[in-house]
C-alpha cells in the first residue's frame, strides 16, 4: 500500500496556539461514532451525547440483547426530537469473535506462569486454571508457541484487565496455555484473540443474521458494520443478504478490518464496501506495534482517493476511567484527522466509560483543531490526479464546486442532491467549508405502496466527512424550474443563517441541476 504524507499547513504561528478555541455549530467536520450502553442510554445522556457532536449510535451486539438495545434506541429517538439533530444508526454485528464464557462473573484471577486450559464445553464453570470458550475448533486452529490474547470488550493493553497467553499442549478439543502476565477477569464477556491465525467460521453468523432480519429491519439501520471482514466476498454476501429484507437494500455496509486476513484483501474489500472501519483494537494484536500507523496511513489514503468514509477506532481509551485523554492519545485523533479520516468511533469510553459526553465533546475539539492545519490544497490536488482524465461530468462538476467555494473563501457549500452521489463527491475533495447536503424526496411505488426517499440519504451523510444533512420539502423535486430551486435554496439560506453558519454579505458556492444540466453559481449576500 502506498501511504499519504504527512498533509499539515506550515509554519504554524506559536501565538495562534495560545488562541482559544472558537465555538460553532458544527463541532468538527470530523464525525464522531458514539457506543450506546450502560453509561450512555438515558435520554438525558444521549441528548447531551448529541449536542456534544455524535453523529453516529453505534449499537454493539457483542453484548445485551435485542430488547436492550431496543430500550435505548427509542431513547435516542426521543433525544433526536428534542435536541433537534440527526442522528444515524450503525448496527455492529459479532461476527467470528471467540468469547470466554464465565457465567458465574465472578472474578477470575490468573497468575503469571502458570497453565490454564481453554475448553470449548461451555457447562465447565470459568476458573483460574480452566476458560471455556464459545468455539470448539480452537484446537484445530492453533499449535505451540502460538500467541492467544484475551481482554474485557475491546483491548486496552491494560495488563491488569487483559492477558497474553503461550500454547504449551494440544489435547482433543482443549488447548493448555502459559499464562504470560498475572491479570484478572472481571465480568461476563471477554474476548480471545489468536494472532495471525484464521479461525474457521463465518463472517456474518446465523445469530448475526437473525439480529439483523428482526431488530435491523425493525428499525431500519443506516448502517452495518460488518466485524471480521476478511474478504471481499464477505461483503456481497452480506449485501446480497440485505438486498432480500425490504428496506435495507439501501443499508451501507462498512467493512472492520481487524486482521492480517483482511488487510491483505483489503483492495479487493474497499471495492465492494460502502466504507471501511479500522478496527485497530484487534489489528493492533495481530500486527506488530510498529506497524498499525503504517496500515492506519495506508488505508485512509486508499478510502480517500476512492471517495469512501474510513473509521478509526480506539483513540481515547484512557476517557473510560478518566476525564482528560494522554497527550498522546491527544496527538492520535489529530494525527487521525490529518491522516484523512472521516469519523471515529468511541467505543468503551462512550459505552460504559464514566465520561461520554466529555469524551464526545473532547474529541471534537481535537479534530475541529486539526482540521484547522489540513493542507487542503496538496490533498485537492493529489485527488484530482489520481482520479485522472478524461473526468466523468459529476466528478468534474463537484470538484470544481470546491475549487470554486476555496477561491472565493465561501462559508459553505450547499448541495442539492437526490441519492446523495454528488454530495458525497464535493465530500471526498475536503473542502475547508461544511457542505450542506440539501437530499430531495424522491416518490416511488412497487404497485403495492406510494413512499418518499430521502432518509436513509440524508442520514447516511453524517459518517461522511463534512457532510451536514437537511431534508426537502418532497414537494420540491431535485429537477425542476428555476423557481422552485430559489424557493428551496432560500430555506436552505434560511438553515444556514439561523444556525450561524452563513452570515451578511457571506459568499455560498451552490451545486445543483436545473433541468438536464449541473450547475455551479456563486451568491454574495446581502444585509
Excluded at 504554524?12 to 478555541?21: F, G, T
Excluded at 446465523?206 to 428482526?214: L, P
Excluded at 486508499?302 to 468514509?309: Q, R
Excluded at 484530482?384 to 459529476?394: D, I, Q, R, Y
Amino acid at each position: 500500500m502506498q501511504s499519504s504524507p504527512l498533509i499539515l499547513e506550515e509554519p504554524i504561528r506559536m501565538a495562534s496556539i495560545l488562541e482559544p478555541s472558537k465555538p460553532s455549530f458544527f463541532p468538527a467536520m470530523t464525525k464522531i461514532v458514539g457506543t450506546l450502553g450502560p453509561k450512555s442510554r438515558s435520554v438525558d445522556v444521549i441528548s447531551q451525547c448529541l449536542e456534544a457532536g455524535m453523529s453516529v449510535a453505534r449499537f454493539d451486539f457483542s453484548w445485551g440483547d435485542p430488547e436492550y438495545h431496543q430500550e435505548t434506541l427509542e431513547n435516542l429517538r426521543t433525544a433526536i426530537k428534542s435536541t433537534r439533530k440527526l442522528c444515524a444508526v450503525m448496527l455492529d454485528t459479532v461476527g467470528p469473535e471467540l468469547q470466554v464464557v464465565n457465567k458465574t462473573e465472578h472474578p477470575i484471577s490468573l497468575q503469571a506462569d502458570t497453565s490454564v486450559v481453554l475448553t470449548p464445553d461451555q457447562n465447565k464453570e470459568a476458573a483460574s486454571n480452566l476458560l471455556p470458550l464459545n468455539f470448539n475448533g480452537l484446537s484445530k486452529a492453533v499449535k505451540k508457541g502460538d500467541t492467544i490474547f484475551i481482554g474485557q470488550y475491546l483491548f486496552t493493553g491494560s495488563e491488569t484487565t487483559s492477558v497474553w497467553l503461550e500454547v504449551s499442549e494440544v489435547n482433543g478439543d482443549d488447548v493448555t496455555c502459559v499464562i504470560k502476565n498475572s491479570a484478572t477477569l472481571a465480568g461476563s464477556l471477554y474476548t480471545l484473540h489468536v494472532s495471525q491465525i484464521r479461525i474457521d467460521l463465518p463472517t456474518l453468523t446465523n445469530k448475526d443474521k437473525e439480529v439483523i432480519s428482526t431488530w435491523g429491519v425493525q428499525n431500519n439501520i443506516d448502517f452495518l458494520s460488518l466485524s471480521f471482514t476478511r474478504h471481499a466476498e464477505d461483503v456481497r454476501h452480506a449485501r446480497e443478504f440485505l438486498s432480500k429484507l425490504g428496506d435495507l437494500k439501501q443499508t451501507q455496509i462498512f467493512a472492520k478490518i481487524e486482521n492480517i486476513e483482511g488487510l491483505t484483501h483489503f483492495d479487493e474489500i474497499l471495492r465492494e464496501a460502502d466504507g471501511i472501519i479500522l478496527s485497530r483494537g484487534n489489528l493492533g494484536i495481530d500486527l506488530p506495534p510498529e506497524k498499525v500507523f503504517l496500515f492506519q496511513k495506508a488505508a485512509i489514503y486508499k478510502c480517500n482517493m476512492a471517495g469512501k468514509p474510513a473509521v478509526v477506532t480506539r483513540v481515547v481509551d484512557t476517557m473510560t476511567d478518566n476525564l482528560r485523554p494522554t497527550r498522546a492519545e491527544a496527538t492520535d485523533v489529530a494525527n487521525a484527522v490529518l491522516d484523512g479520516s472521516d469519523a471515529i468511533v468511541l467505543g468503551a469510553e462512550t459505552l460504559r466509560g464514566l465520561y461520554p459526553v466529555e469524551t464526545i465533546s473532547t474529541v471534537g475539539k481535537i479534530c475541529a483543531e486539526a482540521e484547522k492545519v489540513y493542507n487542503q490544497d496538496i490533498y485537492f490536488k493529489k485527488a484530482v490526479k489520481f482520479v485522472g482524465e478524461p473526468m466523468t461530468h459529476l466528478e468534474s462538476i463537484t470538484s470544481s464546486a470546491v475549487r470554486a467555494a476555496i477561491k472565493v473563501k465561501a462559508s459553505v457549500i450547499i448541495c442539492f442532491t437526490s441519492s446523495g452521489r454528488a454530495a458525497r463527491l464535493i465530500a471526498k475533495y475536503r473542502p475547508t467549508m461544511p457542505v450542506i447536503s440539501v437530499v430531495i424526496p424522491q416518490l416511488k411505488t412497487n404497485q403495492l405502496r406510494w413512499t418518499f426517499t430521502g432518509a436513509f440519504e440524508a442520514r447516511q451523510s453524517l459518517i461522511v466527512r463534512g457532510l451536514f444533512p437537511m431534508l426537502a420539502d418532497p414537494r420540491h423535486p431535485a429537477e425542476s424550474n428555476s423557481g422552485t430551486n430559489e424557493s428551496i435554496l432560500k430555506v436552505a439560506l434560511d438553515h444556514g443563517k439561523a444556525f450561524g453558519i452563513i452570515k451578511p454579505h457571506d459568499r455560498v458556492v451552490v451545486c445543483q441541476k436545473v433541468g438536464d444540466s449541473s450547475v455551479v453559481k456563486i451568491i454574495e449576500l446581502d444585509d
